[in-house]
């Protein structure tokens, strides 16, 4: 196709298929392609106005979101209920997903910063499909566990990164 016609052929991506969308995400990464009409009948789209709160420190964690599209805050406050921004995602980012495997309250807020389109897995969406498909319970299993453990690694690195450079240095007197 040349090139003045493919842009206008080009999907945008909240046209792009929903079963193509999540096959990226690092989570399902282990899904086989014949999978991916189940997924997309076990998630749940939502759309959130801008400044929408998603849910808030110490909820109760009951799933992960991907955005499709939009922005997200996630950050917490301090005593005196003031904001601290931790991280903004975009698409194609995820959060919350340590609580499919274990529920567990929230450890940050999480708020739109724009319109936004988020897709909802819930635990007790997996927990059922454990039941009645294990072998995709199985895999998304895999995929979550793969992208926790990256992610335990990296904040592994950081904090011998941190603790290397706060650490007093040690220094031998001659003898």
Known sequence: MRPQWSALFRT?????????FLARV??????????LPYLERLIHLRRYQSEETVYEQGDPGSGMYIIRSG??????????????ELTV???GDFFGETTLAAPAARMVSAATLEN?????????????????HPDIANRI??????????????????????NSLTA???SEAPA
């Open 26 to 35: 690092p989570v399902f990464s282990a899904l086989k392609k014949r999978d």
């Open 168 to 170: 007093p240095a040690t």
């Open 89 to 91: 995602l975009g698409p």
């Open 12 to 20: 945008k991506p909240e046209e792009e298929s929903l079963a193509l």
């Open 116 to 132: 936004a389109e988020l897709i909802g897995l819930f635990r007790s969406d997996l927990l059922a499909t454990a039941d009645t």
């Open 141 to 162: 299993l895999l995929g979550l566990t793969m992208v926790i453990s990256e992610r335990l690694q990296a904040a592994t690195l950081e904090l011998r990164r941190l």
């Open 71 to 84: 922005r997200v805050s996630l950050f917490t406050r301090d005593a005196r209920n003031r904001k601290e």
